[in-house]
């Protein structure tokens, strides 16, 4: 059964900062990952989504990683803001014989001090 | 461009009753999924339907049913509702392209409360 652990759990920054939250997988058998924002009460909206056979994708200020033989992901924000301030969770996606759905981690709390 | 779009947005009801939330998916969107996020938790899958199909199944509890109907919206059934049931209620869709089920699209979730 897919894990999916996303440390920190909770992270503060003041604003500027450039920061890096971290998925790791247990089963390295996937067919993309994808990084998601998701405001308090409010639904998911993707940032990024990598394929399998990447190994990483860019947009705008954010940069995201994937080294699949070692279960591992990282999301870089680069001079972060206060409208930054979100959970951010990353999701990992199946092979298609294993089904497609998503298998979310816990999500990382990010707060951006101004 | 269309997203997808869920009924109602929010929906209280109390212990025992049941509820139905709906799902419209993209259109061109194959198929549905079904994901329950509770307080402070990551969304957990539930269950999928592709071409009216059940696909795939999750953690859905022999309480909740669902199905895919012919224009492809879906709607999940919750009958017995128990506190514990009150969560965040994700749809999702995304389309087969060459066997392969592509990006999936979230819709804005269905809140639910039950007293």
Known sequence: ?114 | AAGVIQSPRHLIKEKRETATLKCYPIPRHDTVYWYQQGPGQDPQFLISFYEKMQSDKGSIPDRFSAQQFSDYHSELNMSSLELGDSALYFCASSRTSGGARETQYFGPGTRLLVL
């Open chain 1, 1 to 114: 059964k897919q894990e999916v652990t996303q440390i920190p759990a909770a992270l503060s920054v003041p604003e500027g900062e450039n920061l890096v939250l971290n998925c790791s997988f247990t089963d390295s058998a996937i067919y993309n990952l994808q990084w998601f924002r998701q405001d308090p009460g409010k639904g998911l909206t993707s940032l990024l989504l990598i394929q399998s056979s990447q190994r990483e994708q860019t947009s705008g200020r954010l940069n995201a990683s994937l080294d699949k033989s070692s279960g591992r992901s990282t999301l870089y924000i680069a001079a972060s803001q206060p409208g930054d301030s979100a959970t951010y969770l990353c999701a990992v996606r199946g092979r298609e014989t294993s089904g497609s759905r998503l298998t979310f981690g816990e999500g990382t709390q990010l707060t951006v001090n101004p």
